[in-house]
Nanobody, 126 residues
Framework: QVQLVESGGGLVQAGGSLRLSCAAS????????MGWFRQRPGKEREFVAV????????YYADSTKGRFTISRDNAKNTVYLQMNSLKPEDTAIYYC???????????????????WGQGTQVTVSS
């Protein structure tokens, strides 16, 4: 069992930056991957980024590529999401999640993730 706790959300002006953290308790195996998703008001949950725990390989949604960076600290069992050049359309609840495996064609599908955090609100004002 893995528990995830996100932090770092808040209110920021357009063009600003935020860094989200997700601390995991419980054993994180090398086969796991950790991802970030977001849910905007009235929208379905959507993929943001994912990192493979062992290799550190990263994958991004087109909408966040070049602005967001996902990273991990293995010693702290923590994954980060550095968000730069934020836009009002980035306003959402951001969730971190753990997938106990990794399938290249499915990492952007929320249904494949096994554990979820409670979410942290990010609000970008124009």
């Amino acid at each position: 069992q893995v528990q995830l706790v996100e932090s770092g959300g808040g209110l920021v002006q357009a063009g600003g930056s935020l860094r989200l953290s997700c601390a995991a308790s419980g054993r994180i195996f090398s086969s796991y991957s950790m991802g970030w998703f977001r849910q905007r008001p009235g929208k379905e949950r959507e993929f943001v980024a994912v990192i493979r725990w062992s290799s550190g390989s990263t994958y991004y949604a087109d909408s966040t590529k070049g602005r967001f960076t996902i990273s991990r600290d293995n010693a702290k069992n923590t994954v980060y999401l550095q968000m730069n050049s934020l836009k009002p359309e980035d306003t959402a609840i951001y969730y971190c999640a753990v997938d106990k495996g990794f399938i290249n064609s499915e990492y952007d599908r929320a249904v494949v993730y096994d554990y979820w955090g409670q979410g942290t609100q990010v609000t970008v004002s124009s």
